[in-house]
């Protein structure tokens, strides 16, 4: 991670610690980077899109400027999802890709999320170089001059093009189905409805009715109680919430429970490994994954690999390796054969193909899966670092780990887009979760190292 750009992005609260001269230079940097060798055309070609907040005009605006200003054209989305600009920048060859967006973060931080030629995230050699630019470390690019300024140019076919493709996933039709969506107040919100709605499904929508500083508030996939009770309230057969930027989903399924990015991943690599699709007979998962999860997988005779935190460590090992199916408990899930990156809408469409192909219901997918009680505690910190290398700190991680033995585990990391430690314990009842939770937490707030 570098100093504005962390595992998704540069983020961070709009106006105080991204601002649109960060926007303004970052575009002025890739619009001539690309420029130097367009992959197409005799200039760079970059594709922007947004989602709901109201600093991601200012945002796009800024960028945009900054892009044409260096000689780039400039194709705007507007609001859409992040996996609909991935999508669209690889399939219609577009230097890069640039998201805007804090995914599930409260209305007032934003981010920039920077997409390479493929829809991949970008690599970290020209995110390095974006934050040399930004810091003064590469000289002033130079301004374009006449003609050889860029264009802006509005790109809703983009979307349009995208929303067919998702259709094109769908392996049966929903006829019959009452699915509830709950869009966030985000990008979602314009997308979803309409492809559900084509595959025949009685939609119910929620959080569709976004002002700029509703996103994520009480709904989406960070408030899944909202969906719980909406699903129940209605008699619907499932439902799907995603977050700010819809690259992930979570579920609720037709008795009010939660489903999981765990559940997902576990129902539909059982789902492949029957018809023989499960590549490598593997899933990767990252070490946020629960307990109960490589219980079912083992008796389920899949096997399965941990990496770091964040879809983008997911994504690297299931290219390297060929695997067709990874992702988060939080509800990032990758099927590699049809996107780049975590996409909510395909997730919640791969759902509902097992729930068709297989006629039960989801509470009946999910039940061999036993999920532990897990805790997860946030520490916003001055300094992450300082926190995760306090020797009290380690030690008091070391003790709860003797004390769990081989009954459960904890997990302390730093996030990787906002100051935070993250405490996570995992144990045979959620007292103990508290319990043990507690125990570091307290040493983090005792050593100062809370703001």
């Known amino acids: 991670m ?16 991204l601002t649109a001269d960060h926007a303004f230079r970052i575009g002025r940097f890739l619009g001539w980077y690309y420029n130097q060798h367009p992959v197409e055309g005799d200039r760079a070609r970059i594709v922007i899109g947004k989602d709901t907040r109201r600093s991601s005009y200012t945002l796009e605006f800024a960028l945009a400027a900054g ?43 934003n981010g920039i999320k920077l997409i390479n030629n493929q829809g991949e995230k970008m690599e970290q050699e020209t995110i390095d170089k974006v934050e040399d630019y930004l810091d003064g470390r590469i000289p002033e690019v130079p301004l374009a001059l006449r003609d050889q300024m860029g264009a802006a140019i509005d790109h809703d076919s983009g979307r349009h093009r995208y929303i067919g493709y998702l259709i094109s996933m769908a392996m049966h039709s929903f ?19 309409v492809v559900f709605e084509a595959l025949g499904a009685k939609t119910y929508v929620m959080g569709a ?30 439902g799907f919430a995603y977050d700010g930027d819809a690259d992930r ?49 083992d008796a389920a005779g899949i096997d399965y ?84 290398d306090d020797p009290d700190v380690q030690a008091a991680v070391c003790a709860v780990e003797e ?9 302390v990391r730093e996030s990787g887009t906002e ?12 007292a103990l979760c508290e319990q043990y939770v507690g125990q570091v937490v307290d040493v983090i707030r005792a050593k100062g190292h809370e703001v």
Request: proline letters at 3%; charged letters at 20%.
């Open 249 to 297: 989903c979570l579920a609720v399924d037709e008795k009010g429970n939660a489903v999981t990015g765990d559940h997902i991943m576990y129902l539909y690599a059982r789902y492949m490994k029957e018809r023989g699709k499960l590549t490598n007979n593997t899933v990767v998962t990252t070490v946020m994954s629960n307990f109960g999860l490589y219980k079912a997988f």
């Open 2 to 17: 570098g100093k504005y750009f962390g595992t998704d992005g540069f983020r961070g609260e709009a106006n105080v610690t």
């Open 175 to 193: 006829r019959g189905k009452k699915v509830g969506l709950d869009c966030a107040n985000g990008a979602a919100w314009s997308i979803a409805k």
């Open 67 to 109: 892009i044409t200003t260096s000689g780039a054209d400039v194709y705007l989305m507007r609001v859409t999802t992040t996996p609909s600009v991935a999508y669209i920048t690889k399939v219609d060859n577009f230097d890069c890709g640039i998201m805007i967006s804090a995914s599930h973060n409260p209305y007032y931080d």
């Open 209 to 238: 009715q976004p002002n700029g500083i509703n996103i994520n508030d009480g709904c989406g996939s960070t408030h899944l109680e909202a969906l719980q009770k909406f699903v129940l309230d209605n008699g619907l057969d499932v």
């Open 403 to 411: 004390q769990l033995g081989s009954a459960g585990r904890i997990l």
């Open 305 to 388: 690999v941990k990496t770091p935190v964040g879809d983008k460590y997911v994504y690297e090992h299931m290219v390297k390796h060929g695997d067709r199916i990874g992702g988060e408990q939080s509800g990032h899930i990758i099927f590699s054969k049809y996107a780049t990156t975590g996409d909510g809408i395909l997730t919640s469409l791969k759902v509902m193909e097992v729930l068709q192909a297989k006629r039960v219901t989801l509470s009946q997918l999910c039940e061999p899966l036993k999920i532990y009680p897990q805790l997860l505690v946030n520490v916003r910190v001055k300094d992450k670092t300082a926190a995760q």
């Open 419 to 430: 100051p935070l430690i993250r405490v996570m314990v995992e144990a045979e009842t959620q």
